[in-house]
């Protein structure tokens, strides 16, 4: 779905999964993200919340399409919700401007965003300090969350820099 600016292949690869007659799965990394810090996904569009919306209504479509129980959809919005406010955070936080940055927290507002399962099976797996900042961001702490946000970009950066120099 050309559309979709984020999770355009999660669509894809889960479309494709559930419309298999057989699969596998392996303990195995055949499936990589090379991450750019300077490509489009690490810069803020307006675009981007409402194509989320769109992609979390087309995936939850998916998974009911093909008759997945109403809990496991649940823990696969939980997660997807989660992950998409953490990433809208990320981008409001390469918008330089403060006063700009600050009229766009009201796409953070929205419904979809909030009231997130923090006791969700799917997100057993993630940073306590990922689930902190989300859950600040649903509190409206959206400057504290962007700074915390921040920190952790620019530790994630100097650790790559570092692994690569080594």
């Not at 919700?81 to 927290?105: M, T």
């Not at 702490?141 to 920190?151: E, G, P, T």
């Amino acid at each position: 779905n050309e559309e979709i600016i984020n999770g355009e292949d999660l669509l894809f690869n889960l479309s494709f999964i559930l419309n298999s007659e057989k699969f596998i799965f392996r303990k195995v990394s055949l499936y990589r993200y090379r991450i750019n810090y300077d490509s489009s996904t690490h810069s803020f569009k307006d675009e981007y919340f409402q194509s989320n919306k769109e992609f979390l209504k087309i995936m939850k479509e998916v998974l009911k399409s093909k008759g997945i129980d109403d809990a496991v959809v649940s823990e696969y919005v939980d997660f997807s919700r989660f992950n998409s406010v953490y990433i809208a955070l990320y981008r409001l936080s390469l918008v330089g401007n403060k006063k700009v940055r600050k009229e766009k927290y009201t796409f953070l507002e929205d419904a979809v965003y909030k009231n997130i399962n923090y006791k969700s099976k799917s997100l057993a797996n993630i940073s306590f300090a990922k689930k902190i900042i989300v859950f600040l961001s649903c509190k409206g702490f959206y400057d504290l969350s962007i700074a915390l946000v921040k920190i952790i970009s620019k530790i994630k950066k100097n650790i790559k820099r570092s692994n690569n120099i080594s």
